[in-house]
């Protein structure tokens, strides 16, 4: 009887801490947004590097090659002969004796009025770009799968991180709680024997769903040194009555 009453507290007192939604969300959106981004890369490697400079060799074919054309018929008072030869090939030849514009011929086809012209290495470059971006984004995934089972539990004088770590309370001497409000995250140091070398532990509530009764639990059970929240420099500090004259 008394070992099942015994069983029947630590039960009651046992505390499991599970992974949130929201870190499902936020880790399965950086995941996309970086495959998305590393699948925008490959795609101006692959085609829209490509693409804007050909338009940028258009726009060096039209000013070297059709304004020459033009320039040197007006010269050779063959302007209007010119403008009928260039018409009948379907291009500019500008109108009311004026010389054809890029700008009005690159607006017809969609293009860039100053096309940027890309190097062979900027567009190896996003390439590697593209890769190691899609690398990262697949690797943020696998984390994502990899802590989808994992659990944060305390028992009644410890507990076990998500690693499988076991810490007991009494091993615990400092506790840094400064992040706690704003980014759910506090920072447990401990020893795990006295000449042991100091260890730092992470309670993550926005990962873990009930981190809180853990660190409640832990700062009960323990006695060290508590860091707790920093007072702005500018807050001024309220006056002593007594010291008033």
């Not at 010389?99 to 890309?118: D, F, I, L, N, Q």
């Not at 400064?178 to 995250?185: A, H, S, V």
Request: glycine share 8%.
């Amino acid at each position: 009887m008394g070992m099942e009453s015994s069983a029947s507290a630590e039960s009651a007192s046992a505390i499991v801490c599970r992974v949130t939604p929201w870190y499902f969300r936020r880790m399965g959106m950086m995941a996309a947004m970086l495959v998305l981004m590393g699948l925008w890369f490959l795609y101006d490697w692959k085609f829209g590097y490509h693409e804007a400079n050909k338009v940028a060799d258009q726009k060096d074919w039209f000013e070297q090659t059709l304004l020459k054309g033009y320039d040197e018929a007006k010269a050779a008072n063959r302007l209007e002969q010119w403008v009928k030869e260039t018409e009948a090939k379907g291009l500019p030849a500008g109108k009311n004796g004026e010389p054809p514009r890029w700008v009005s011929y690159a607006a017809e086809r969609g293009w860039s009025e100053k096309p940027h012209r890309w190097t062979d290495r900027e567009i190896a470059g996003q390439f590697w770009w593209g890769s190691g971006t899609i690398a990262i984004g697949l690797l943020v995934a696998l984390t994502m799968l990899l802590n989808r089972n994992r659990v944060l539990r305390a028992g009644a004088d410890h507990w076990i991180t998500p690693q499988g770590t076991k810490i007991s309370f009494a091993q615990v001497f400092r506790v840094d709680k400064r992040k706690w409000d704003n980014k759910g995250l506090a920072y447990a140091w401990y020893r795990q024997a006295p000449d042991s070398p100091e260890k730092k532990a992470v309670l993550d509530d926005f990962k873990f769903d009930g981190t809180g009764r853990v660190l409640e639990r832990l700062l009960a059970n323990f006695k060290g040194e508590l860091i707790d929240k920093v007072p702005d420099a500018d807050t001024p500090t309220p006056a002593d009555p007594s010291q008033a004259n």
